[in-house]
C-alpha cells in the first residue's frame, strides 16, 4: 500500500541553524501539507500545497518557514533560524484532491532544537 | 478560527467492550470530519471520516456519528481489541481548508 514517508525521523539541531525535512508524498497526490504537534499538544496546520504554491498558510506559517517541490517526488520544509520553541514533532501529508478529502500522513520526523 | 474539543483524554476499556469518544466543534460551517489513529512512533492513519450531509458512518466495528446541530461527533468502537489500542484523534476541516485537530484520547484495551 503506497504511504508517505518522511526523513529523518529525528533532527537535532542548534538554535539559529536551518533545517530542511524532507517528505515524499503518495505518488498520484496533489496536495501536500505540512502539521507540527509540540509534545503534549495538538496537532496543528502548517501550510497546504498545490501546483506548486501556498494553497493556505496558518498564522504559525510565519516568514522563517517555507516549503519546496524541489522535483518531482520531495516536498520539503525549511526553518530558516530555530528556535527553541520549534522543537516538535513535524507530520507530512498529503492527499489526492484538497483538503476534504482524505489525507494520509507520515511518520513524522521529530526535531529537537537545543 | 475553528476550535476542536476532545474527550476523555484517557481511556481504558476491557477487551470486548466499546469505547466512546467524543469531540465538539465550534465553526458551524465546518464540513468534513476525519478521525484518526496514530500508533507508538507512527503517524496518524485516517480510519474514519463523515461530512456533514451525513448522520452516522459504519465500517465493521468502528462507527462515526455527528450532530450538526449540537456540534459534536463521536467514534464508537466495538469489540474491542488489544490492537485497538493507540491515540485516537478527531479533527474538523475549518476556515481556510485548514483541520483542527483535538487533543487526543490515550485508549487501553485491557486483554
Known amino acids: 500500500e503506497p504511504e508517505v514517508t518522511q526523513t529523518p525521523s529525528h533532527q537535532v539541531t542548534q538554535m539559529g541553524q536551518e533545517v530542511i525535512l524532507r517528505c515524499v508524498p503518495i505518488?498520484?497526490?496533489?496536495?501536500f501539507y505540512w502539521y507540527r504537534q509540540i509534545l503534549g499538544q495538538k496537532v496543528e496546520f502548517l501550510v497546504s500545497f498545490y501546483n506548486n504554491e501556498i494553497s493556505e498558510k496558518s498564522e504559525i506559517f510565519d516568514d522563517q518557514f517555507s516549503v519546496e517541490r524541489p522535483d518531482g517526488s520531495n516536498f520539503t520544509l525549511k526553518i530558516r533560524s530555530t528556535k527553541l520553541e520549534d522543537s516538535a514533532m513535524y507530520f507530512c501529508?498529503?492527499?489526492?484532491?484538497?483538503?476534504?478529502?482524505?489525507?494520509?500522513f507520515g511518520p513524522g520526523t521529530r526535531l529537537t532544537v537545543t | 478560527g475553528e476550535n476542536v474539543e476532545q474527550h476523555p483524554s484517557t481511556l481504558s476499556v476491557q477487551e470486548g467492550d466499546s469505547a466512546v469518544i467524543k469531540c465538539t466543534y465550534s465553526?458551524?460551517?465546518?464540513?468534513?470530519f476525519p478521525w484518526y489513529k496514530q500508533e507508538l512512533g507512527k503517524g496518524p492513519q485516517l480510519i474514519i471520516d463523515?461530512?456533514?450531509?451525513?448522520g452516522e458512518k459504519k465500517d465493521q466495528r468502528i462507527a462515526v456519528t455527528l450532530n450538526k446541530t449540537a456540534k459534536h461527533f463521536s467514534l464508537h468502537i466495538t469489540e474491542t481489541q488489544p490492537e485497538d489500542s493507540a491515540v485516537y484523534f478527531c479533527a474538523a476541516l475549518g476556515a481556510g481548508n485548514q483541520f483542527y485537530f483535538g487533543t487526543g484520547t490515550s485508549l487501553t484495551v485491557i486483554p
Open positions: 465553526d458551524s460551517a465546518s464540513n468534513y
Open positions: 505518488s498520484n497526490h496533489l496536495y
Open positions: 501529508a498529503s492527499s489526492e484532491v484538497r483538503a476534504s478529502y482524505e489525507q494520509y
Open positions: 463523515i461530512r456533514s450531509n451525513v
